[in-house]
């Protein structure tokens, strides 16, 4: 718990000013966590004797996050493009001889599509009018949602939530991520309208309800990411952020949070 502890503050202290400034230093924070998140996702694949092909989704990714972040208006012809050239690579591989090519083919646009496509909320959560509180809102709710349930999770977890996809989880502790981020919501709410300048068209009650949302939906993210690194017979999709794992391991509920925050934001408050 005190490398995990440390470690989130050591990336608070690098990503909140990302945040806020927003722009390029933005970009080249969330971009690693989800061009990392990429590479992982075709390692854990890998080690499954599938070949997803690394440059195609990697670079997917890449192009599709740049476009979401800086040139909405390419977003969608380069990530069908992606998708397209997907294709044709395990086209050709499957005539060479890779039977599995179908398969291959379909992890490749997976993850350019989930990874890429859906992880590029985070860009557009963040362009946002008044983006960096917005992302802060939801991130707030994510966050804290987490810390709650792994807290309650390892004290007072008896009941197993998900025995196969990751048994550590329980009830108990899905209940603390509910619970958190519902108080989360509402108190951010308040104390930035209030004393910050978070803008005041959202009420208490609606940031309590987006709390809900995200204390109850993304631990599916989490539970997915799992689903990928049990059938691989990997524990953490990379080592590289102590106490936390990998990229992938970071990122799978801030995908889930970011696309929710967003829509919720956009159909309901401005």
Known sequence: MRRRTITAL????????????????YYFLMGTFLIGATWEYVHLFRALKFEPHMVITVGGVALV??????FPEYAQPVFVVSILAAMTYHLIAYERGRDQSALDFCITMGGIV???WVGSYLFDLRNLPHGGWWFMLVMFCVWLGDSGAYSIG???????????????????????SVFTGTISGAFYVYVFSTFGNLPK?????????????LGALPPLGDLGESMIKRQS?????????????GFFDRIDSWIWGAAIGYYFLVWFIL
């Open 154 to 176: 390892r004290a007072y977890g008896k009941h197993k939530m998900a025995p196969r996809l990751s048994p550590k989880k329980s009830w108990e502790g899905y209940a603390a």
């Open 65 to 70: 996050t740049i476009t979401r972040m800086f």
């Open 233 to 245: 017979g990997i524990k953490d999709s990379s080592d590289i952020i102590p106490g936390h794992g």
């Open 10 to 25: 050591g990336l608070a202290a690098i990503g909140l000013p990302a945040i806020m400034f927003g722009g390029i230093f």
């Open 201 to 213: 068209d959202i009420t208490i009650w609606q940031g309590a309800i987006l709390g809900l949302l």
């Open 114 to 116: 989930y990874i890429g």
